[in-house]
């Protein structure tokens, strides 16, 4: 079972940028597809970004034109980079294969803090 370990997270003003990283335990190139998922205080966990080992990405509509998620899957990581970030924004962030299972392994994630 691959382990997660996101990283890059901080407090950031509204507008800013940040880059958020996620490095696996092992090779990722054999997990088709892995995405970014966040969750707010009292909200449930939600897809963010999914990206296959093609290249085809796909984005919550929220975030569209404003995050772009990448994979070096020799470098067995997948990135996050976040532009022009908002309040709403504001959540732990974590990466996982998608979809997911309730078998799956979930790190710590990354708190992403947006002040207005």
């Known amino acids: 079972q691959v382990q997660l370990v996101e990283s890059g997270g901080g407090l950031v003003q509204a507008g800013g940028s940040l880059r958020l990283s996620c490095a696996a335990s092992?090779?990722?190139?054999?997990?088709?597809?892995m995405g970014w998922y966040r969750q707010a205080p009292g909200k449930q966990r939600e897809l963010v970004a999914r990206?296959?080992?093609?290249?085809?990405?796909s984005y919550v509509d929220s975030v569209k034109g404003r995050f772009t998620i990448s994979r070096d899957n020799a470098k067995n990581t997948v990135y996050l980079q976040m532009n022009n970030l908002k309040p709403e924004d504001t959540a732990v962030y974590y990466c996982?294969?998608?979809?997911?299972?309730?078998?799956?392994?979930w790190g710590q994630g990354t708190q992403v803090t947006v002040s207005s």
């Open positions: 996982n294969k998608y979809p997911y299972t309730r078998f799956d392994y």
């Open positions: 092992r090779s990722i190139f054999s997990i088709a597809v």
């Open positions: 990206m296959s080992t093609g290249g085809s990405t």
